[in-house]
């Protein structure tokens, strides 16, 4: 069973921090790029930030350079999203997602609140 699950969502206020996980089975993940992608409310979903197979080069929306880092650790399938400084307009459900050629896996998705 292909599954990729997010965890570490909720509710923070602006300026504060959280740490998003994908953790990810049934499938060769070492193998995958891996993608964080969000969706706020009445908005198209857009990619966040992005991270090669082995971890060696990254890519960043503009709205979150220099808040957020992207990350991965092949040794544990799982992927993570160190958001800082958060701001109201980052309140978002926040999705991981896996591509290797023509194929992709999405998770479910995780709810991000910020706001005071």
């Known amino acids: 069973q292909v599954q990729l699950v997010e965890s570490g969502g909720g509710l923070v206020q602006p300026g504060g921090s959280l740490r998003l996980s994908c953790a990810a089975s049934g499938f060769t993940f070492s193998s995958y790029s891996m993608s964080w992608y969000r969706q706020a409310p009445g908005k198209e979903r857009e990619s966040v930030a992005f991270?090669?197979?082995?971890?060696?080069?990254?890519n960043y929306a503009a709205s979150v350079k220099g808040r957020f880092t992207i990350s991965r650790d092949n040794a544990k399938n799982t992927m993570y999203l160190q958001m800082n400084s958060l701001k109201p307009e980052d309140t978002a459900v926040y999705y991981c997602?896996?591509?290797?050629?023509?194929?992709?896996?999405w998770g479910q998705g995780t709810q991000v609140t910020v706001s005071s």
């Open positions: 997602k896996g591509r290797l050629w023509g194929t992709e896996y």
């Open positions: 991270i090669t197979s082995g971890g060696g080069s990254t």
